[in-house]
Protein backbone atom coordinates (compact mmCIF):
# COMPACT_ATOMS: atom_id res chain seq x y z
CA UNK A 1 0.00 0.00 0.00
CA UNK A 2 2.97 2.33 0.49
CA UNK A 3 3.74 2.50 -3.35
CA UNK A 4 0.26 3.64 -3.74
CA UNK A 5 -0.30 5.68 -1.02
CA UNK A 6 3.45 7.04 0.58
CA UNK A 7 1.80 10.15 1.77
CA UNK A 8 -1.28 9.26 3.01
CA UNK A 9 -2.01 12.98 4.86
CA UNK A 10 -1.34 14.74 2.33
CA UNK A 11 -3.23 12.82 -0.73
CA UNK A 12 -6.42 13.05 1.83
CA UNK A 13 -6.04 17.06 2.53
CA UNK A 14 -5.67 17.00 -1.61
CA UNK A 15 -9.14 15.44 -1.87
CA UNK A 16 -10.79 17.35 0.89
CA UNK A 17 -9.55 20.04 -0.73
CA UNK A 18 -10.31 19.59 -4.23
CA UNK A 19 -13.51 18.25 -2.96
CA UNK A 20 -14.18 21.74 -1.09
CA UNK A 21 -13.32 23.67 -3.95
CA UNK A 22 -15.89 22.44 -6.05
CA UNK A 23 -18.42 22.05 -3.48
CA UNK A 24 -19.78 18.85 -4.36
CA UNK A 25 -19.73 15.14 -3.30
CA UNK A 26 -20.26 13.76 -7.04
CA UNK A 27 -18.84 10.34 -7.74
CA UNK A 28 -17.28 12.24 -10.40
CA UNK A 29 -15.37 14.61 -9.01
CA UNK A 30 -14.38 12.00 -5.71
CA UNK A 31 -12.77 9.93 -8.86
CA UNK A 32 -11.16 13.05 -10.42
CA UNK A 33 -10.27 14.48 -6.98
CA UNK A 34 -8.63 10.60 -5.63
CA UNK A 35 -6.84 11.00 -9.00
CA UNK A 36 -5.07 13.80 -8.24
CA UNK A 37 -4.72 13.54 -4.69
CA UNK A 38 -2.94 10.10 -5.84
CA UNK A 39 -0.76 12.06 -8.17
CA UNK A 40 0.47 14.75 -5.68
CA UNK A 41 1.49 11.79 -3.37
CA UNK A 42 3.69 10.46 -5.72
CA UNK A 43 5.61 13.77 -6.64
CA UNK A 44 6.16 14.45 -3.33
CA UNK A 45 7.32 11.29 -2.51
CA UNK A 46 9.60 11.72 -5.86
CA UNK A 47 10.65 15.28 -4.10
CA UNK A 48 11.89 13.24 -0.90
CA UNK A 49 11.24 15.79 1.42
CA UNK A 50 12.86 15.69 4.86
CA UNK A 51 10.89 14.88 7.97
CA UNK A 52 9.36 18.21 9.30
CA UNK A 53 8.57 18.43 13.21
CA UNK A 54 6.05 20.95 14.07
CA UNK A 55 5.27 21.82 17.84
CA UNK A 56 4.19 24.53 20.59
CA UNK A 57 0.60 25.84 18.58
CA UNK A 58 1.16 28.39 20.99
CA UNK A 59 4.08 30.17 19.36
CA UNK A 60 2.63 29.20 16.33
CA UNK A 61 -0.80 31.15 17.07
CA UNK A 62 1.48 33.80 18.38
CA UNK A 63 3.38 34.13 14.99
CA UNK A 64 0.42 34.27 12.90
CA UNK A 65 -1.07 37.30 15.04
CA UNK A 66 2.39 39.26 14.83
CA UNK A 67 2.87 38.30 10.81
CA UNK A 68 -0.87 39.56 10.47
CA UNK A 69 -0.31 42.91 12.45
CA UNK A 70 3.58 43.71 10.52
CA UNK A 71 1.99 42.81 7.31
CA UNK A 72 -1.18 45.43 7.47
CA UNK A 73 1.44 47.81 9.33
CA UNK A 74 3.78 47.49 6.33
CA UNK A 75 0.84 47.88 4.12
CA UNK A 76 0.63 51.47 5.08
CA UNK A 77 3.92 52.47 5.43
CA UNK A 78 4.55 51.09 1.78
CA UNK A 79 1.58 52.91 0.44
CA UNK A 80 2.57 55.97 1.91
CA UNK A 81 5.88 55.31 0.67
CA UNK A 82 4.49 55.26 -3.14
CA UNK A 83 1.92 58.14 -2.68
CA UNK A 84 5.11 59.98 -1.78
CA UNK A 85 3.72 60.81 1.96
CA UNK A 86 5.80 61.48 4.74
CA UNK A 87 8.51 63.43 2.89
CA UNK A 88 11.90 62.56 4.27
CA UNK A 89 14.63 60.60 1.81
CA UNK A 90 13.87 57.05 1.75
CA UNK A 91 17.16 54.90 0.84
CA UNK A 92 16.96 51.21 0.30
CA UNK A 93 19.21 48.61 0.98
CA UNK A 94 20.14 45.55 1.70
CA UNK A 95 20.77 44.25 5.12
CA UNK A 96 23.05 40.59 6.36
CA UNK A 97 20.89 38.52 9.05
CA UNK A 98 23.16 35.90 10.60
CA UNK A 99 20.34 32.99 11.20
CA UNK A 100 20.56 30.49 13.93
CA UNK A 101 17.60 28.63 11.94
CA UNK A 102 18.61 25.63 10.05
CA UNK A 103 15.37 23.78 9.41
CA UNK A 104 13.53 24.00 5.79
CA UNK A 105 10.40 23.92 6.83
CA UNK A 106 11.27 27.02 9.23
CA UNK A 107 13.40 28.56 6.56
CA UNK A 108 10.07 28.59 4.13
CA UNK A 109 8.11 29.97 6.72
CA UNK A 110 10.53 33.17 6.98
CA UNK A 111 10.81 32.98 3.62
CA UNK A 112 7.02 33.29 3.46
CA UNK A 113 6.59 36.19 5.79
CA UNK A 114 9.49 38.38 4.66
CA UNK A 115 7.73 38.71 1.38
CA UNK A 116 4.89 39.04 1.91
CA UNK A 117 5.24 42.15 4.06
CA UNK A 118 5.72 44.79 1.90
CA UNK A 119 9.15 46.33 2.14
CA UNK A 120 11.42 43.78 3.26
CA UNK A 121 12.16 41.08 0.44
CA UNK A 122 13.89 37.50 0.35
CA UNK A 123 17.02 37.73 -1.97
CA UNK A 124 19.53 34.80 -0.44
CA UNK A 125 20.35 32.63 1.94
CA UNK A 126 23.44 30.77 2.54
CA UNK A 127 22.84 27.11 3.90
CA UNK A 128 26.60 26.96 4.99
CA UNK A 129 26.85 29.94 6.80
CA UNK A 130 23.25 30.62 7.55
CA UNK A 131 23.54 34.43 6.05
CA UNK A 132 20.73 35.48 5.05
CA UNK A 133 20.03 38.98 2.81
CA UNK A 134 17.33 40.85 2.59
CA UNK A 135 16.47 43.55 0.71
CA UNK A 136 14.24 46.75 2.76
CA UNK A 137 12.32 49.60 0.82
CA UNK A 138 12.92 52.23 3.83
CA UNK A 139 16.33 51.34 5.09
CA UNK A 140 16.77 53.75 8.46
CA UNK A 141 18.80 51.46 10.76
CA UNK A 142 20.46 48.06 10.06
CA UNK A 143 20.55 47.20 13.57
CA UNK A 144 16.91 47.69 14.12
CA UNK A 145 15.91 45.33 11.29
CA UNK A 146 18.61 42.38 12.48
CA UNK A 147 17.28 42.83 16.43
CA UNK A 148 13.13 42.69 14.83
CA UNK A 149 13.93 39.85 12.42
CA UNK A 150 15.55 37.51 14.98
CA UNK A 151 14.06 38.43 18.02
CA UNK A 152 10.14 38.62 16.69
CA UNK A 153 10.19 36.09 13.83
CA UNK A 154 13.38 33.75 14.18
CA UNK A 155 12.87 33.44 17.96
CA UNK A 156 9.14 31.73 17.41
CA UNK A 157 10.33 29.80 14.60
CA UNK A 158 12.87 28.27 16.47
CA UNK A 159 10.63 27.20 19.12
CA UNK A 160 8.14 25.59 16.42
CA UNK A 161 10.12 23.84 14.43
CA UNK A 162 13.32 22.77 16.44
CA UNK B 1 -30.65 36.89 -12.73
CA UNK B 2 -30.15 39.38 -10.17
CA UNK B 3 -29.38 38.11 -6.40
CA UNK B 4 -28.22 41.34 -5.14
CA UNK B 5 -32.21 41.96 -4.15
CA UNK B 6 -31.98 39.15 -1.59
CA UNK B 7 -28.89 41.05 0.63
CA UNK B 8 -29.43 43.30 3.49
CA UNK B 9 -28.47 47.01 2.96
CA UNK B 10 -25.53 46.67 5.74
CA UNK B 11 -24.16 43.50 3.76
CA UNK B 12 -24.18 45.60 0.62
CA UNK B 13 -22.21 48.73 2.17
CA UNK B 14 -19.86 46.01 4.20
CA UNK B 15 -18.84 44.25 0.82
CA UNK B 16 -18.27 47.49 -1.43
CA UNK B 17 -16.33 49.11 0.93
CA UNK B 18 -14.11 46.28 1.57
CA UNK B 19 -13.88 45.89 -2.29
CA UNK B 20 -13.31 49.35 -2.92
CA UNK B 21 -10.61 49.15 -0.26
CA UNK B 22 -9.05 46.27 -1.35
CA UNK B 23 -9.10 47.94 -4.67
CA UNK B 24 -7.73 50.75 -3.68
CA UNK B 25 -4.61 48.91 -2.28
CA UNK B 26 -3.86 46.72 -5.23
CA UNK B 27 -3.64 50.16 -7.39
CA UNK B 28 -1.07 51.82 -5.23
CA UNK B 29 0.82 48.69 -5.19
CA UNK B 30 0.46 48.34 -9.33
CA UNK B 31 1.21 52.41 -9.13
CA UNK B 32 4.29 51.70 -6.62
CA UNK B 33 5.73 49.06 -9.41
CA UNK B 34 6.01 52.46 -11.95
CA UNK B 35 6.92 54.96 -9.85
CA UNK B 36 9.90 53.10 -8.05
CA UNK B 37 13.35 53.99 -9.46
CA UNK B 38 15.20 50.43 -9.07
CA UNK B 39 14.61 46.77 -9.51
CA UNK B 40 15.03 45.98 -6.17
CA UNK B 41 12.79 48.94 -4.86
CA UNK B 42 10.21 48.04 -7.88
CA UNK B 43 9.46 44.50 -7.08
CA UNK B 44 8.06 45.61 -3.45
CA UNK B 45 4.90 47.58 -4.17
CA UNK B 46 2.96 44.91 -5.83
CA UNK B 47 3.62 43.04 -2.26
CA UNK B 48 0.45 45.54 -1.50
CA UNK B 49 -2.23 43.86 -3.53
CA UNK B 50 -1.32 40.08 -2.83
CA UNK B 51 -1.62 40.48 0.72
CA UNK B 52 -3.64 43.55 2.18
CA UNK B 53 -5.50 43.86 -1.39
CA UNK B 54 -6.09 40.24 -1.34
CA UNK B 55 -7.13 40.09 1.83
CA UNK B 56 -10.08 42.57 1.68
CA UNK B 57 -11.43 41.10 -1.08
CA UNK B 58 -11.26 38.08 0.18
CA UNK B 59 -13.34 39.52 3.06
CA UNK B 60 -15.87 40.59 0.95
CA UNK B 61 -16.58 37.90 -0.80
CA UNK B 62 -16.42 36.29 2.99
CA UNK B 63 -19.01 38.38 4.21
CA UNK B 64 -21.28 38.72 0.68
CA UNK B 65 -21.08 34.69 0.53
CA UNK B 66 -22.02 34.09 4.51
CA UNK B 67 -25.07 36.38 4.03
CA UNK B 68 -26.25 34.67 1.14
CA UNK B 69 -25.76 31.31 2.65
CA UNK B 70 -25.01 29.59 -0.69
CA UNK B 71 -21.54 27.70 -0.01
CA UNK B 72 -19.08 27.44 2.87
CA UNK B 73 -16.99 30.28 3.09
CA UNK B 74 -13.75 28.11 3.33
CA UNK B 75 -12.50 28.83 -0.39
CA UNK B 76 -11.73 32.65 0.25
CA UNK B 77 -9.40 31.57 3.35
CA UNK B 78 -7.76 29.29 0.91
CA UNK B 79 -6.87 31.67 -1.88
CA UNK B 80 -5.46 33.76 0.35
CA UNK B 81 -2.97 31.14 2.19
CA UNK B 82 -2.31 29.85 -1.71
CA UNK B 83 -1.41 33.44 -2.70
CA UNK B 84 0.63 33.80 0.55
CA UNK B 85 2.65 30.63 -0.10
CA UNK B 86 3.17 30.90 -3.69
CA UNK B 87 4.31 34.85 -4.17
CA UNK B 88 8.00 33.94 -2.68
CA UNK B 89 8.73 31.50 -5.26
CA UNK B 90 8.10 33.78 -8.20
CA UNK B 91 9.81 36.98 -6.01
CA UNK B 92 13.04 34.59 -5.09
CA UNK B 93 13.14 33.79 -9.16
CA UNK B 94 13.53 37.25 -9.96
CA UNK B 95 15.14 38.81 -7.28
CA UNK B 96 17.95 36.05 -8.25
CA UNK B 97 17.44 36.93 -11.53
CA UNK B 98 18.45 40.45 -10.84
CA UNK B 99 21.13 39.45 -8.61
CA UNK B 100 22.99 37.05 -11.26
CA UNK B 101 22.44 40.00 -13.90
CA UNK B 102 24.28 42.42 -11.35
CA UNK B 103 27.02 40.29 -10.99
CA UNK B 104 27.28 39.64 -14.28
CA UNK B 105 27.37 43.02 -15.00
CA UNK B 106 30.02 43.87 -12.60
CA UNK B 107 32.19 41.60 -13.34
CA UNK B 108 32.37 42.36 -17.13
CA UNK B 109 33.06 46.13 -16.18
CA UNK B 110 36.21 44.87 -13.97
CA UNK B 111 37.30 42.85 -16.70
CA UNK B 112 37.05 46.15 -18.90
CA UNK B 113 38.42 48.35 -16.32
CA UNK B 114 41.73 46.11 -15.71
CA UNK B 115 41.93 46.05 -19.61
CA UNK B 116 42.48 49.65 -20.11
CA UNK B 117 44.96 49.70 -17.30
Known sequence: MTWLLPHPLASAVLLAL????????????????SAVALAGGWALH???????RIGRPGAILRLFSLVFAD?????????????GLGGRERTSGFVNIPLDLRDPYGLAALACIITSTPGTLWV????????????????????????TLKGRYERLLL???E | MNRTADI???????????????????????FGLVRMKTFYARVHPPTLGTT???????????????????RPV??????????????????MLLVRAALFRDEAKSEAGEASSSAIE
Open chain 2, 52 to 70: LGTGCIAMASIVYFSVLQT
Open chain 1, 18 to 33: WLLLNTTMSAAHIVLG
Open chain 2, 8 to 30: PAWAEIVTAALVLLGATITLIGA
Open chain 1, 159 to 161: EIF
Open chain 1, 71 to 83: IVRSNVAVARIVL
Open chain 2, 74 to 91: LHEVLLVLFVLVTTPVTL
Open chain 1, 46 to 52: ALEPPKA
Open chain 1, 124 to 147: KHDPLTGMLTIHVLDLIDEGDWLR
